[in-house]
């Protein structure tokens, strides 16, 4: 069975999520399994998730995915370059996926494409030191040096955010076989406050959540989403909540030396330094963001670097994933794990204790989910709630009962 994939993070699962899977279905075919490659317990922008991997995998099933598998932490937890490489990786390691499908601004793939053949070039480079030499921002910087390269239309797509992480995706999808196809994007805007065309963003949902208002995001959310949530909520697993952990996280931070800041590889500016002289005197996270933050940084960048600090996080994700984690599946998505098994170039894993099977590199990237895994469990309402990874298999969907 051939698969449609979609790299998200579900965080929450709104009804533009919803429009995606189906619009992927449209165009390839009805026949057409989704697969999803969903971030787990923590999410790009250096957050934990607002409610566990497993709810919100489950919810995906019953809102038009087929299966989800799981994003590791040290690719999840990356730049978009980084996560887009990881996803694809993992997309492209399952043998069946034929296209990945994304939402956009422009809702046009050829343009990503051609802005990620020329980020590959070999005078993008140089262009984008001289940029940078001018001391803007590095995405600044990279757009004007896209612009030496391309029209100023096409280099464009880098200052709108799902038009950017299009571009990576296309990046990674260089060579691999999957075709890239651009979903014009529906609703609020990425990160919009407002609620556009009866759909809001993730982010506007959140803050929703954050303040309390918990009716109001959820009647925003798939309902799937919104059920999934309320079981999370009753059973003391959600939302997960950064200020919980604030102070475990600062007591993480506080015992790093400078040359662990360092390992992280944060650039030549000298910002390992500043984390290490604001961690050891800040007493809050958002003061030492403050205090840390400059010009060339985004501050998505500062919140991933402390959070991969208090997991213990390579400087940099693994070369290859070593499994294909599922984290939920209906019976047409058991139907592409029988192919999968026929055709991935990396074990699937459906049994966390076969994980001790596949060798020192699974083992050890299993140990890392597993521990950021209790770590999260500290930042829900309670901890002891949280099913251990390794006592935790995937959500099987039947006739919309888990």
Request: with cysteine.
């Amino acid at each position: 069975m051939a698969a449609a994939g979609i790299i998200t993070e579900y965080n929450p699962l709104h009804m533009g999520h919803v429009h995606l899977m189906a619009e992927a279905r449209r165009l390839l075919g009805p026949e057409t399994g989704i697969l999803c490659v969903m971030s787990g317990n923590y999410v790009q922008r250096g957050d934990f998730a607002s409610a566990g991997k497993h709810a919100r995998a489950a919810a995906a099933v019953r809102s038009g995915a087929d299966l989800v598998l799981e994003l590791p932490v040290p690719w999840a937890l990356s730049s978009a370059e980084g996560f887009a490489a990881g996803a694809v990786k993992i997309l492209k390691a399952t043998g069946t996926v034929s296209h990945l499908v994304f939402g956009s601004e422009g809702g046009d793939a050829a343009p990503l494409v051609r802005c990620a053949e020329a980020l590959c070039s070999g005078a993008f480079p140089e262009a984008l030191r001289e940029e940078l030499k001018k001391g803007d921002s590095f995405p600044a910087a990279r757009q004007r040096a896209l612009e030496a390269l391309l029209s100023k239309e096409d280099a464009a797509a880098l200052s709108r955010p799902n038009d950017t992480l299009g571009v990576e995706y296309c990046k990674a999808l260089r060579g691999s076989g999957i075709q890239p196809v651009a979903v014009l994007r529906r609703g609020a805007a990425h990160d919009g406050a407002d609620v556009g065309g009866g759909i809001a963003s993730a982010s506007a949902i959140r803050a929703l959540l954050r303040k309390g208002e918990e009716e109001a995001a959820l009647g925003l959310c798939a309902p799937a989403m919104a059920e999934a949530y309320r079981i999370e909520r009753e059973a003391g697993r959600a939302p997960a909540s950064l200020e919980r952990c604030e102070r475990a996280i600062l007591a993480r931070l506080r015992f790093l030396e400078e040359a662990d800041w360092a390992a992280l590889e944060l650039g030549n500016e000298g910002l390992y330094r500043r984390f290490f002289r604001s961690s050891r005197s800040a007493a809050s996270l958002s003061e030492l963001l403050e205090t840390v933050k400059t010009k060339r940084y985004p501050m998505a960048r500062l919140r991933r670097t402390v959070f991969r600090a208090y997991l213990g996080l390579p400087p940099a994700p693994p070369e290859e994933p070593a499994y294909l984690r599922v984290l939920a599946a209906n019976e047409r998505g058991t139907a592409l794990l029988a192919g999968m098994r026929k055709t991935a170039a990396l074990p699937v894993l459906t049994k966390p204790a076969a994980v001790r099977r596949l060798g020192p590199g699974a083992r050890r990237l299993f140990d890392l989910e597993a521990r950021a895994d209790r770590l999260y469990a500290l930042a829900c309402p309670d901890p002891a709630a949280v099913p251990d990874a390794w006592r935790t298999g995937p959500v099987i969907v039947r006739e919309g009962v888990g």
